[in-house]
């Protein structure tokens, strides 16, 4: 009841995002277009539809948490006789909810909230570079920025930079899914053996406003009992919309929380697109391939749009957008050359199918300590600082996260040369 009712105008939105249908759902305008091509662009629908796969395969019965939660959340929506005043109002029609979307919901706070902060400090740590910002002013700012040699500075002088960092337009709607004044959180913990009552203290506080309508936490209490021979399970904590879990809280056992944990998950490399537009040419002297495929993103009110997307094994082109009225005038499109930014984000599906997993294993009756929940919470993908308490006193801390092994020397603060 209340995914359905009080939580279904953000569980679309999050869902609207992730898919790119902003345009074609809500209204149609220069900032919705761009979002939507950013986002089609990014993989992330493909990605969640095979972790929901691996989810599937692998852990069957995890699966079926967020199976049960999908099938109670059509049920509520066709016996909720929608639409509602804000989806009429628009003229959208419900779509029924997959596992799928359950976990873009998740990949798309990974991204937009997160992780994508650092691409924006690195993007324009190289524009300012590369425009003349004398470097000593640069490595004041951001001391990673010594990790920068003369050849990669080299390098940027011929780098086409076709997304530019602070964006005003992109700034503007990212503040309003995450403003920048809610950018900092802080957790801490303090054991047992440390408090006059033996017990301990654990505060977690991801500094995201709940004065926000509709806000991103919900605050729930869950029963769980698996028979009726056994005792009840109770949860207390936030909810996400779309997501079949608390993601932070407690039970009488044990309480678990996290603030976001500023690793750095995306990297840049910096590649020589050839005058054929179909592969890039590498600082040994090899070439590789460069992949395309086409979107179709829908229009409201207006014709499709046909965006070739461009990628090499350093991630998705940064190109000039190539848009086309067809699927036949996309299909004739290629990067034009010069030197362009890939950007790859060290999200994998494998990864958020161990998100989905912790998530389930943290709500577990069976999950009833401080080191049996931080290993629950182990396998989460986003960079974070997971805390947890148990009621004998125990506290644990870890930072978890799916980031690159990189290559010897190589910061992640500095794009690569591919």
């Known amino acids: 009841e209340m995914c359905i009712r009080d939580r279904y105008q953000r569980r679309v939105r999050a869902r609207t995002v992730a898919q790119g249908r902003l345009g074609e759902l809500l209204v149609d305008n220069n900032v919705t277009r761009r979002i939507d091509e950013a986002m089609r662009s990014s993989g992330i629908v493909e990605r969640s539809h095979h972790a929901a796969n691996e989810l599937l395969h692998k852990h069957p019965s995890y699966y079926a948490v967020?199976?049960?939660?999908?099938?109670?959340?059509?049920?509520?929506?066709?016996?909720?006789?929608?639409?509602?005043?804000?989806?009429?109002?628009?003229?959208?029609?419900?779509?029924?909810?997959?596992?799928?979307?359950?976990?873009?919901?998740?990949?798309?706070?990974?991204?937009?909230?997160?992780?994508?902060?650092?691409?924006?400090?690195?993007?324009?740590?190289?524009?300012?570079?590369?425009?003349?910002?004398?470097?000593d002013v640069i490595e004041e700012l951001f001391p990673s920025a010594t990790a920068y040699d003369d050849e990669t500075l080299d390098a940027l002088k011929e780098l086409l930079l076709v997304q530019p960092a602070l964006d005003p337009e992109a700034a503007a709607f990212a503040s309003s899914l995450a403003p920048l004044s809610s950018m900092g959180s802080n957790n801490w913990a303090v054991s047992?053996?440390?408090?006059?009552?033996?017990?301990?203290?654990?505060?977690?506080?991801?500094?995201?406003?709940?004065?926000?309508?509709?806000?991103?936490?919900?605050?729930?209490?869950?029963?769980?009992?698996?028979?009726?021979?056994?005792?009840?399970?109770?949860?207390?904590?936030?909810?996400?919309?779309?997501?079949?879990?608390?993601?932070?809280?407690?039970?009488?056992?044990?309480?678990?929380?996290?603030?976001?944990?500023?690793?750095?998950?995306?990297?840049?490399?910096?590649?020589?697109?050839?005058?054929?537009?179909?592969?890039?040419?590498?600082?040994d002297g090899a070439t590789a391939p460069i992949h395309y495929k086409t979107e179709?993103?829908?229009?409201?009110?207006?014709?499709?749009?046909?965006?070739?997307?461009?990628?090499?094994?350093?991630?998705?082109?940064?190109?000039p957008p190539m848009r086309a009225a067809s699927a036949v005038e996309a299909s004739r499109l290629l990067v034009p050359a010069g030197t362009y930014l890939a950007r790859k984000l060290h999200f994998t599906a494998k990864g958020l199918a161990r998100t989905a997993l912790s998530l389930v294993r943290a709500v577990d009756p069976t999950t009833?300590?401080?080191?049996?929940?931080?290993?629950?919470?182990?396998?989460?993908?986003?960079?974070?600082?997971?805390?947890?308490?148990?009621?004998?006193?125990?506290?644990?801390?870890?930072?978890?996260?799916?980031?690159?092994?990189?290559?010897d020397g190589w910061s992640g603060f500095v794009p690569w040369l591919g």
Request: with cysteine; hydrophobic share 45%.
């Open 368 to 407: 009833k300590t401080a080191g049996a929940m931080a290993d629950a919470l182990g396998g989460i993908v986003l960079a974070s600082n997971t805390i947890t308490a148990d009621v004998d006193g125990n506290i644990a801390f870890q930072q978890t996260g799916q980031v690159l092994k990189r290559a």
């Open 192 to 283: 047992g053996a440390h408090t006059a009552s033996g017990k301990p203290l654990i505060v977690h506080d991801p500094h995201l406003q709940t004065s926000r309508l509709p806000a991103i936490w919900y605050e729930a209490r869950i029963r769980i009992r698996r028979s009726l021979r056994q005792d009840e399970h109770v949860l207390l904590g936030c909810t996400m919309p779309g997501v079949p879990t608390v993601v932070m809280g407690r039970s009488r056992h044990v309480s678990f929380g996290f603030t976001y944990g500023f690793v750095d998950q995306l990297d840049f490399t910096l590649e020589r697109v050839a005058a054929d537009g179909r592969s890039v040419q590498r600082a």
């Open 296 to 319: 179709t993103i829908l229009r409201k009110g207006a014709a499709p749009v046909y965006l070739r997307v461009a990628s090499t094994s350093g991630g998705v082109l940064e190109a």
């Open 66 to 135: 967020f199976d049960a939660y999908v099938n109670g959340v059509n049920a509520g929506v066709q016996a909720a006789r929608l639409p509602w005043f804000e989806t009429w109002l628009v003229g959208w029609k419900p779509e029924a909810w997959t596992v799928e979307d359950s976990i873009a919901t998740l990949h798309v706070m990974c991204v937009v909230d997160l992780a994508d902060v650092q691409g924006e400090v690195e993007r324009f740590t190289m524009q300012a570079l590369r425009d003349g910002v004398r470097r």
